[in-house]
């Protein structure tokens, strides 16, 4: 069996690509028949049969997550359990989140990508790899143990370079670095494999992750970060999707990496407040109806005109907490929060404050991993920002909060729920309104 590296140079035909477009969609339903998580994770996935990748890669672009095959690589090199070993490994890579997990900063992308495919062959059985893959074999002396993070696998990948660095260079300004000490001499055929592994290519291509800064629009120009956050967004979602059409009872047969993997998506997406039920009890009388058309007989209970019923509608404003206080895991538990509000079918218009209003504007079910803030805490802004609207009305404020601010003298005109990241000694400043308080864990 050969490497990625003899078709180099070589230019596929329009038969060749017409080939590989046909094997890329037999092997996927392949998978689907025997590993339908995998399977369905890669048929969400955009295809694209292409020279611009070496050998396979998943990519974030424009259009959405794509699965990338080079033609000459899927057909020639690769036979048929071959090229199901291949799709399967890039569906774990975006399981795992390789392609925008940020690495480490200042980290070397050469090893965060031979430490992300350490992790994701090691569930490839039973299907085999391509000659050319890393596994943990790949390193024979250095003790790799297995089951473990892309960045525990980093970490030791880091140490092995440093040592090879040493090997090539004892008498050089490295001879003085105290890491990875004792290494060298134990590990001089895992050195000469890493080494290896930095001089050839992978049956993976990873230059087109969000995390290796690879990512791109259609016409070529670098992916701005809130596409990549929609792009991040979509991907989880998916991922979840995927598990969710798999039978309960087919579950056990998802390993337990991956459970765990799906677990943190869950987690960091799921809102710990019902806000479908919450809503309805708190400003159950805060709703705005507008008449929808429809083919129904005319509504006795509402006397609407043939051809039209009511809908009730709440529009909500959710004050987030951008002062100092608030870390970014409090923020991202603020932004699950907003989005189970927005999920539960309201109307959401985010007011960002400190000392006071930095900016607003109507939420879209994008998350939130950026805000304008950064000063000390005063409730009474936002407050007033909402006494002063001119051109609307809102049903409910939701102020999300840590709570650390003097009593607010300004009151709403609509009902005010307060979330508290985690219990404070006293609420008595919070003078009107609910509280809600939520837990990190």
């Known amino acids: 069996m050969g490497s990625p590296l003899d078709t180099k140079g070589a230019k596929a035909t329009a038969k060749d690509v017409e080939k590989a477009t046909h094997e890329l969609g037999r092997t996927i339903v392949t998978l689907l028949l025997k590993e339908p998580f995998y399977g369905h994770i890669l048929g969400g996935l955009v295809r694209r049969v292409s020279e611009d990748v070496s050998t396979a890669a998943v990519a974030l672009s424009s259009r959405g997550p794509e699965l990338i095959v080079n033609p000459l690589f899927f057909i020639k090199v690769l036979n048929t359990k071959e090229r199901v070993a291949v799709i399967k490994h890039e569906a774990l890579h975006i399981i795992f989140r390789h392609l925008y997990r940020k690495p480490k900063h ?48 980093y970490d030791k990948l880091l140490n092995l370079k440093k040592a ?44 087109l992750w969000a995390a290796s800064g690879g990512a791109a629009e259609a016409n070529g120009q670098p992916m701005s970060q809130t596409l990549i956050d929609a792009l991040e967004v979509d991907i989880e979602r998916h991922v979840v999707r995927a598990r969710n059409r798999v039978p309960i009872n087919q579950w056990g047969s998802i390993p337990a990496e ?51 019923r009511v809908k009730r509608e709440k529009c909500v404003a959710v004050v987030i907490d951008t002062s100092a206080s608030i870390s970014m895991d409090q923020l991202k538990l603020f932004s699950a929060e907003i989005y189970g ?50 051109n609307g009305r809102f049903d409910a404020c939701i102020y999300l909060t ?32 609910r509280i809600i308080t939520l837990s990190k864990t």
């Open 164 to 207: 090879a660095l040493r090997q090539n260079n004892s008498q050089s300004h490295n001879k003085n670095d105290g890491s990875g000490e004792g290494e060298a001499d134990n590990a001089s055929q895992s050195i000469e494999a890493l080494k290896r592994m930095l001089d050839q290519t992978s049956h993976s291509d990873h230059s």
């Open 341 to 390: 509000i927005w999920r539960s079918g309201a109307d959401v218009h985010i007011i960002e404050c400190d000392a006071s209003v930095q900016r607003n504007y109507p939420y879209k079910g994008k998350p939130i991993d950026h805000v304008q803030g950064g000063g000390g805490t005063s409730f009474d802004p936002a407050f007033e920002w909402l006494k002063n609207m001119r």
């Open 402 to 433: 840590d709570g650390m601010a003097s009593a607010p003298v300004v009151r709403p005109r609509c009902p005010v729920m307060w979330v508290l990241m985690d219990s404070l000694s006293s609420t008595d400043h919070l003078i009107f309104g």
């Open 106 to 153: 200042n980290a070397d992308l050469e090893l965060f990508n031979i430490a992300a495919d350490l992790v994701v062959n090691q569930l490839i059985a039973p299907w085999p790899l391509p000659e050319s893959g890393v596994t943990l074999k790949t390193f024979p002396d250095y003790d790799l143990r297995p089951n473990q993070t892309v960045e525990w696998y």
């Open 258 to 308: 991956i459970q765990t993997e799906l677990h943190s998506i869950e987690q960091n997406r799921k809102p710990k407040v019902d806000w479908r039920r919450t809503l309805r009890l708190f400003a159950n009388s805060g709703y705005r109806t507008s008449l929808v058309p429809t083919n129904r007989r005319m509504s006795k209970r509402f006397n609407t005109f043939p051809g039209t």
